[in-house]
């Protein structure tokens, strides 16, 4: 039942929050506007294990 409505919260409600975007399409469009990779940005912020 909480699957459900996780699926149903990030890929039908759109939030007023996000410009009224369904988190998914949100996520995607963040994406596609700053296309770092996950690697890039562990480069760059120095590993997963470094301190700030």
Same mark, same amino acid.
Do not use: C, I
């Given at each position: 039942? *909480?699957? +459900? $409505?996780?699926?149903?919260?990030? @890929?039908?409600?759109? $939030?007023? =929050?996000? /410009?009224?975007? #369904?988190? +998914?399409?949100?996520?995607?469009?963040?994406?596609?506007? @700053?296309? +770092? #990779? *996950?690697?890039?940005?562990? =480069? @760059?912020? /120095? /590993?997963? $294990? #470094?301190?700030?």
């Amino acid at each position: 039942m *909480l699957e +459900v $409505h996780r699926k149903s919260h990030d @890929n039908y409600r759109p $939030h007023s =929050a996000l /410009g009224y975007m #369904t988190p +998914v399409e949100f996520a995607a469009k963040w994406q596609e506007e @700053n296309p +770092v #990779t *996950l690697s890039q940005r562990v =480069a @760059n912020e /120095g /590993g997963p $294990h #470094t301190a700030n």
